[in-house]
């Protein structure tokens, strides 16, 4: 189940607008304290200060320490890192502001030939960063290391795809949505702690990755069609108290996948969604396993464990599994 990524050119391209300044519209008594490169365009009217030491450049582009930001649109009303002149002992900082405006993320199409952007190994956000962009590292081979220290609201679709060498991913806060396609294709990564407050996991947002282990918090509701499919390393897997869809191919060609444990919450799950388990041996439903439908597939060597309360009528629901009539999987009352 390959999965193109379309990287960020065509979808960061088209969201980011600049704007520019007329010298003679900067009054007497602003709160902006800047250099000034090019002046033109239309006047900056409002907004919040730039500190000492920032600077406007061509395009509206503000300097920020060791970061050149620039507006994600014409509303003002947030910034993306643009370009970046340096960093220290091979980590880079990113703050989740600059001055009032939000910082939420990189443009990879602005930071596609800059060599320090492309060596990046690790990046630590502030406690203030909450919301990182599409696409914002997507690609980045060299990337080992991502520290979050605040509550993020989301990870944005293609964050971390095809980071190959990306092993270790923190949150010192929460997050609560991850987006499609993630961290795709991320295969050093082996674990990720999800924290509780995670709600929403997008489609294909770990597929292919190294992930060896998934348990997932009761605070999940959602998650995306095969969100875990192509794990070679998955061994153990718990789709969380409170997801009540198992979506397509969810696990689908996880072909080291031994156990599968569905939540009290699960109502229904999609035919394929572990297709290609070929090592799975132990299927355990803490629902009522009367959910498993007709052409829903069942690896041959998996033992299907059950609620004594639930033993006797899934007997009989089990019988007209079309997996089942070959397979004969041994039913284990728990």
Excluded: H, W
């Excluded at 902006?32 to 920032?54: C, F, H, L, R």
């Excluded at 960093?87 to 939000?102: H, R, S």
């Excluded at 294709?185 to 990755?209: Q, V």
């Amino acid at each position: 189940m390959k999965r193109l990524v379309i990287f960020a050119a065509f979808f960061i391209a088209c969201g980011l607008l600049t704007a520019r300044v007329k010298a003679e519209d900067i009054v007497s008594g602003s709160a902006i304290d800047v250099q000034i490169n090019e002046v033109t365009g239309p006047a900056i009217t409002s907004g919040p200060a730039v500190t000492t030491g920032s600077s406007i450049t061509t395009g509206g582009s503000i300097a920020y320490g060791n970061l050149i930001l620039k507006y994600t649109d014409d509303s003002k009303t947030a910034l993306v890192i643009s370009d970046i002149t340096a960093f220290d002992d091979g980590i880079l900082y990113v703050p989740g502001k600059a001055g009032e405006l939000d910082v939420i993320g990189f443009d990879p199409l602005s930071l596609a030939e800059n060599e320090v952007y492309q060596n990046l190994s690790e990046v630590v956000f502030d406690e203030d960063f909450t919301s990182l962009s599409d696409y914002s590292f997507s690609g980045l081979s060299n990337l080992a290391r991502v520290t979050f220290n605040g509550k993020l609201v989301k990870i944005g679709n293609g964050a971390f795809a095809g980071c190959n060498r990306l092993k270790e991913v923190k949150f010192n806060g929460r997050v609560s949505s991850i987006g499609d396609d993630a961290f795709l294709s991320c295969t050093s990564l082996k674990s990720i702690d999800l924290k509780y407050g995670l709600t929403k996991i997008g489609s294909y947002a770990f597929s292919e990755s190294g992930l060896t282990r998934v348990k997932l918090p009761s605070s999940v509701l959602s998650i995306g069609n095969n969100a875990f499919s192509g794990c070679k390393g998955l061994t153990v897997a718990y789709t969380g108290a409170s997801v009540t869809y198992i979506r397509p191919g969810l696990f689908y060609g996880c072909t080291s996948l031994q156990k599968v444990t569905f939540g009290v919450d699960t109502e229904k799950i999609t035919n394929n969604a572990l297709y290609g388990c070929k090592k799975l041996t132990k299927l355990v439903f803490n629902c009522d396993p009367a959910i498993v439908r007709k052409n829903m597939y069942l690896p041959s060597k998996a033992k299907i464990y059950v609620d004594s309360e639930y033993y006797k009528n899934f007997k009989k629901v089990i019988k007209n599994n079309t997996y089942y009539k070959t397979n004969k999987n041994k039913i284990v009352k728990k």
